[in-house]
């Protein structure tokens, strides 16, 4: 199995529309999760942190299930702007010192 | 959050010629340092684990001999393509972990695109 494993779309929504990603994970003494966002041909950017069962920061919400070893993402009232792929990452148990793992992304295009 | 730069953004080069990308953590010190390469509409590689004062970790398959890194201090770290060819062509992007915060995100730099001719 791996690490990290994300569909990877491309999810095609109208704008408003509510959506959401599953991201699952293979290794159960993960603590804290992260959800980027990559736009084409830019770096990722941090979207969000998830260390308890969930998060939420204005349209987005992120939950954790650990017992299925899930995390989603999800975004109310698409945007345009929204259009990303987004890639979920979960850190390595943790000094620091590693890389983060992050899915191949799931890729969203929200249209007018 | 952290800001990481990362120099040059943009650069073409001739086949057979160096180049050399620097990564640089702003307002945080980073005493690890990660390089990833990412090739059109693929997923971000690891390639490797940069850390100040020691060798770099090398991820499988990446050859230290052509992908020189230098983490010199503790916020400069520089990946020097050698001998570059046209595969190399890829988006070069560096990223660091900001060990103050409670999560230890991990910020990226803008990224390198890279073309070789």
């Known amino acids: 199995r791996k690490e990290v494993e994300q569909d990877p779309g491309p999810f095609n929504v109208p704008e408003g529309a509510t959506v959401a990603f599953n991201c699952t994970y293979s290794n159960s003494a993960s603590q804290s999760f992260f959800w980027y966002r990559q736009d084409c041909r830019k770096e990722p950017k941090l979207l969000m942190s998830?260390?308890?069962s969930g998060n939420e920061d204005g349209r987005f919400t992120a939950q954790l299930n650990r017992a299925s070893q899930y995390i989603s993402l999800l975004i109310r009232d698409s945007k345009l702007s929204d259009s990303a792929t987004y890639l979920c990452?979960?850190?390595?148990?943790?000094?620091?010192?590693?890389?983060?793992?992050f899915g191949s992304g799931t890729r969203l295009q929200v249209q007018p | 959050g952290a800001v990481v730069s990362q120099h040059p953004s943009r650069v073409i080069c001739k086949s057979g010629t160096s180049v050399k990308i620097e990564c640089r953590s702003l307002?945080?010190?980073?005493?690890?340092m990660f390089w990833y390469r990412q090739f059109p509409k693929q997923s971000l590689m690891l390639m490797a684990t940069s850390n100040e004062g020691s060798k770099a970790t090398y991820e499988q398959g990446v050859e230290k001999d052509k992908f020189l890194i230098n983490h010199a201090s503790l916020t400069l770290s520089t990946l020097t393509v050698t001998s570059a060819h046209p595969e190399d062509s890829s988006f070069y992007i560096c990223?660091?972990?900001?060990?103050?915060?409670?999560?230890?995100?991990?910020?990226f730099g803008p990224g390198t695109r890279l073309t070789v001719t």
């Open positions: 998830v260390y308890s």
């Open positions: 307002d945080f010190q980073a005493t690890t």
């Open positions: 990223s660091a972990r900001d060990l103050r915060g409670a999560g230890r995100e991990q910020y």
């Open positions: 990452v979960v850190p390595p148990g943790d000094t620091g010192r590693r890389a983060l793992t």
